[in-house]
């Protein structure tokens, strides 16, 4: 099946641009991570960004920031490859785009 890409290298941090070691991230975790994983939802980060930073996604209380930049990427993406808001929010069951 078609599934909505990402820009995303392996090899090359989405957030920072770091070029080395990276990991996988899913944008969505949780209970949306498999649906994360089924649309193709996911972007390398480098280490620091992932899980060991100041500010890494995984981190509960600072990462909210570079989450939220990654919720939002791919709200886009998936808006952009299937054209539609409201698929969007049936599948994942909210709206990232209109929070600020
Ligand atoms: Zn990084
Ligand atoms: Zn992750």
């Known amino acids: 099946m078609a599934k909505t890409r990402m820009m995303t290298r392996k090899g090359e941090c989405y957030l ?8 996988e991230h899913h944008c969505f975790g949780g209970p ?3 649906l994360s994983e089924h649309y193709g939802l996911k972007v390398y980060l480098c280490i620091p960004c ?3 930073g ?3 996604v995984h981190d509960s209380k600072n990462g909210s920031e570079n989450r939220q930049i990654l919720h939002e ?4 993406a998936f808006e ?4 539609s808001r409201g698929y969007f929010m049936e599948v994942f ?3 990232y785009l209109d929070e600020e």
């Open 54 to 56: 100041p500010n890494a």
């Open 32 to 34: 949306n991570r498999k």
């Open 50 to 52: 992932h899980r060991t």
């Open 93 to 95: 069951g909210r709206n």
């Open 73 to 76: 990427d791919a709200q886009r």
């Open 16 to 23: 920072c641009g770091y070029v080395g070691q990276t990991e």
């Open 80 to 83: 952009a490859h299937w054209g």
